[in-house]
């Protein structure tokens, strides 16, 4: 309240009605003026009050020579200079509706210090929202800045972490298959077989949260061209065989000859497939299947992935897309991810301009289906 006193000489409460008209026809920004007594405020003149009551009629020859005690409000709202702006709205939604309409009385120390009115309180607002406007602005930005430094941090490291894994998974799939000759103690065949799964693993997560950052800093540049789709498809579905083999998954291609060209970027094209194909093979029971279908559409063409397996709940279905979300059941238990997979299909997606659906029911199985458009 200290920034927007205004002070307003006080008059005596035995001052005649009339000089007050005066003082405030002298001074037409003049919303009220304080009555004290030996440092004592007793009350308040509010303008247009004081005006209503000498327009009355005979209100002129009744108050003219009156003491303005007569005219006054004697319990108007006073506050303290130190109070906030949110707790003088609190005192005058509570205490004194008509305070911002009349005026109200700032004290400081107990002493008279000036005249708060509605415009001071407006204006007061409108800077303290420009200042949080501006507080919020900057720290939006600190925050844009500082998430685009980790980003490209992390898109840099690329190759300063995919190259020592990829070392400890060639040396010890050499050490896990023999190449070399055998070894004299089955157990470290098992150890090796061990530290491959776990690098390829490591690996995978890396390469996820590469991915994402490259994403978000926008270093992974997409570029429209015609793609072949039914190739794309074919060698998805080549490279996570060995995968879905190994948990007894099948998988299964539907795809008509003759399909036309999507206008797409391939590799995203080819990372979305692979995320796809990597999660229904990871939430499938053994014995179950994954269907991919592939048809044109009045759309463009579209990519169906549709498996058996687990399925996700209403609830989680929609927060499957944040960042790092995973769904807690006994398949994640065992399975083990970054929870960036489908977060890196949707931003691919959304940036080749593509559309794409997750339809999943618990315990039936899930689709996730992607529209490319099609290449003139």
């Known amino acids: 309240m200290h920034d927007i006193a205004r002070y307003v000489r ?9 000089e007050a008209i005066e003082i405030f026809n002298r001074d037409p920004t003049l919303t009220a003026m304080p009555v004290i007594d030996d440092g004592e405020v007793l009350g308040l003149l ?3 009050k004081v005006f209503l009551n000498f327009s009355r009629q005979f209100g002129h020859a009744v108050f003219a020579r009156r ?16 109070m906030t702006l949110d707790e003088l709205r609190h005192r005058v939604i509570n205490e004194a509706p008509t305070a911002l309409e009349d005026g109200f009385v700032i004290t400081k ?17 409108m800077a303290q929202t420009e200042s949080r406007a501006r507080e919020l602005a900057e720290a939006k ?4 800045q500082a998430s ?8 840099n490291m690329s190759h300063e972490l995919r190259t020592p894994l990829n070392a400890i998974i060639g040396f010890s799939e050499m050490i896990a298959t023999e190449t070399l000759g055998p070894h004299h103690l089955p157990r470290y065949k098992e150890y090796a077989e061990d530290i491959n799964g776990s690098g390829r693993l490591l690996l995978d997560i890396i390469n996820d949260i590469l991915d994402m950052s490259k994403i978000e800093a926008g270093h992974f540049i997409l570029e429209s061209n015609a793609v072949e789709v039914s190739q794309v498809v074919q060698g998805a579905v080549r490279l996570v065989g060995d995968r879905a083999g190994k948990k007894g998954v099948g998988i299964d291609i539907e795809m008509p000859d003759g399909l036309p060209d999507a206008c797409a970027d391939v590799r995203a094209v080819r990372q979305i497939l692979l995320n796809l194909l990597s999660n229904a093979i990871k939430f499938s029971r053994p014995g179950t299947r994954i269907t991919v279908h592939v048809c044109v559409i009045r759309e463009g063409l579209k990519i169906a992935v549709s498996d058996q397996g687990i399925g996700i709940s209403k609830d989680d279905l929609k927060r499957v897309s944040d960042p790092f979300f995973q769904v807690e059941n006994e398949m994640t238990q065992k399975e083990q991810g970054t929870g960036l997979g489908l977060p890196i299909v949707v931003s691919l997606a959304d940036r080749m301009n593509a559309k794409f659906d997750l ?18």
Do not use: C, H, N, W
């Open 10 to 18: 006080p008059v005596a409460p035995k001052v005649a009605g009339v």
């Open 46 to 48: 509010a303008r247009q």
């Open 67 to 82: 003491p303005v005690s007569r005219l006054m409000s004697s319990s108007p709202l006073i506050v303290d200079a130190g």
């Open 109 to 125: 120390s107990g002493r008279y210090f000036g005249i708060g009115t509605s415009l001071g309180v407006l204006r007061l607002g």
């Open 141 to 144: 930005k600190a925050a844009e």
């Open 148 to 155: 685009a430094a980790k980003s490209r941090f992390l898109a």
């Open 359 to 376: 339809e999943s029911e618990e315990g039936t199985g899930t689709q996730a289906t992607l529209i490319l458009p099609r290449a003139d």
